[in-house]
């Protein structure tokens, strides 16, 4: 299992991401190799001032890194040896299962959709985060931000594949699906919520309750909640300023622990043919190791294969 890391991806690469890469090793008895891809001058010095065992890493050097700043699908044409460029090359020609990045998000979102392309049978891939809830559980929220403006058939094909990723991610067996909307009666809602219902309804590949509104997020009544992407990172921002909130007011809560992104890694871009996990620009040595660990169960669990399935018509 050969998983790619973009070391120079992030505010605070690539020490942050060496770092990562210590506690991983350190955490696991059967490490992935792990592709470090990045400027080998930077990157070496840190990795033997670390310890890291050159056995159970691969520096890939790579020159160039994308800033975040840049726009996305001019800065990938025009600079072919940046770290996510190489990275995407990698993992497209099958010299890599995954690929991470905490770096410019566009270039990564668009690095993968024409390096690797969607699954057959998905009109559109999505992003999905996590929500922890007052149960001690955790459910899924998607999309929350790729696509902002979504048809009823996107909605109903995030279903599934938010479905399966709570299954064999997170060990929900048939997880509840949910539709936000702003009520829970049949017919509420925008014209996106009310085409979207019946075919979730009639959707065999999923469990749908029904319609779930804002108050019911972080509570245990849905596993996968469904919505557009302008809603959904309308939420995902807003859950993120929790965690911040309870640090400023010195909440002593380890519910709001939960809403430390960094817990969770990286966003997974689901629907492509390959795992591709996005981090947070100012992820730390936690987040880039959740990042590896998420990778390697993706790989691990075969969920883009079981997508795959559920997709064949």
Same mark, same amino acid.
């Given at each position: 299992?050969?998983?790619?890391?973009?070391?120079?991806?992030?505010?605070?690469?690539?020490?942050?991401?060496?770092?990562?890469?210590?506690?991983?090793?350190?955490?696991?008895?059967?490490?992935?190799?792990?592709?470090?891809?990045?400027? $080998?001058? %930077?990157? +070496?010095? !840190?990795? /033997?001032?670390?310890?890291?065992?050159?056995?159970?890493?691969?520096? =890939? *050097?790579?020159?160039?890194?994308?800033?975040?700043?840049?726009?996305?699908?001019?800065?990938?044409?025009?600079?072919?040896?940046?770290?996510?460029?190489?990275?995407?090359?990698?993992?497209?020609?099958?010299?890599?299962?995954?690929?991470?990045?905490?770096?410019?998000?566009?270039?990564?979102?668009?690095?993968?959709?024409?390096?690797?392309?969607?699954?057959?049978?998905?009109?559109?891939?999505?992003?999905?985060?996590?929500?922890?809830?007052?149960?001690?559980?955790?459910?899924?929220?998607?999309?929350?931000?790729?696509?902002?403006?979504?048809?009823?058939?996107?909605?109903?094909?995030?279903?599934?594949?938010?479905?399966?990723?709570?299954?064999?991610?997170?060990?929900?067996?048939?997880?509840?699906?949910?539709?936000?909307?702003?009520?829970?009666? $049949?017919? %509420?809602? +925008?014209? !996106?919520? /009310?085409?979207?219902?019946?075919?979730?309804?009639?959707?065999?590949? =999923? *469990?749908?309750?029904?319609?779930?509104?804002?108050?019911?997020?972080?509570?245990?009544?849905?596993?996968?909640?469904?919505?557009?992407?302008?809603?959904?990172?309308?939420?995902?921002?807003?859950?993120?300023?929790?965690?911040?909130?309870?640090?400023?007011?010195?909440?002593?809560?380890?519910?709001?622990?939960?809403?430390?992104?960094?817990?969770?890694?990286?966003?997974?871009?689901?629907?492509?043919?390959?795992?591709?996990?996005?981090?947070?620009?100012?992820?730390?040595?936690?987040?880039?190791?959740?990042?590896?660990?998420?990778?390697?169960?993706?790989?691990?669990?075969?969920?883009?294969?079981?997508?795959?399935?559920?997709?064949?018509?």
């Amino acid at each position: 299992m050969n998983i790619g890391l973009d070391m120079m991806g992030g505010d605070f690469s690539p020490l942050e991401a060496v770092r990562g890469v210590q506690l991983y090793l350190k955490g696991t008895t059967a490490p992935a190799t792990l592709f470090l891809i990045g400027d $080998e001058t %930077k990157i +070496n010095p !840190l990795l /033997q001032e670390y310890a890291i065992p050159a056995a159970s890493v691969k520096v =890939i *050097h790579a020159p160039q890194v994308i800033e975040m700043n840049e726009h996305p699908t001019k800065a990938l044409k025009e600079k072919q040896q940046s770290s996510i460029s190489v990275g995407f090359h990698l993992l497209a020609t099958g010299k890599m299962d995954a690929f991470i990045s905490a770096g410019n998000t566009g270039a990564m979102l668009v690095g993968a959709l024409f390096s690797l392309k969607p699954i057959e049978g998905i009109q559109r891939p999505t992003i999905c985060t996590i929500l922890p809830k007052t149960s001690g559980g955790t459910g899924v929220l998607l999309d929350v931000g790729l696509n902002s403006d979504c048809k009823p058939e996107n909605l109903n094909q995030f279903a599934i594949l938010g479905s399966l990723y709570a299954k064999h991610i997170l060990g929900i067996d048939n997880p509840r699906v949910g539709l936000l909307n702003i009520g829970e009666e $049949e017919g %509420k809602g +925008n014209i !996106l919520a /009310q085409a979207a219902y019946p075919l979730l309804k009639d959707n065999s590949q =999923i *469990h749908f309750i029904g319609n779930v509104e804002g108050r019911d997020l972080l509570i245990d009544k849905a596993d996968v909640t469904v919505c557009e992407g302008f809603t959904g990172n309308v939420i995902l921002k807003m859950a993120e300023s929790l965690f911040d909130i309870s640090r400023e007011k010195k909440i002593q809560s380890e519910y709001f622990d939960q809403f430390d992104f960094e817990l969770y890694g990286g966003t997974p871009l689901l629907g492509v043919t390959k795992p591709v996990i996005i981090g947070h620009g100012i992820s730390h040595s936690k987040a880039f190791l959740n990042m590896i660990v998420l990778s390697q169960k993706m790989i691990q669990t075969d969920l883009l294969g079981k997508m795959k399935e559920s997709f064949l018509s």
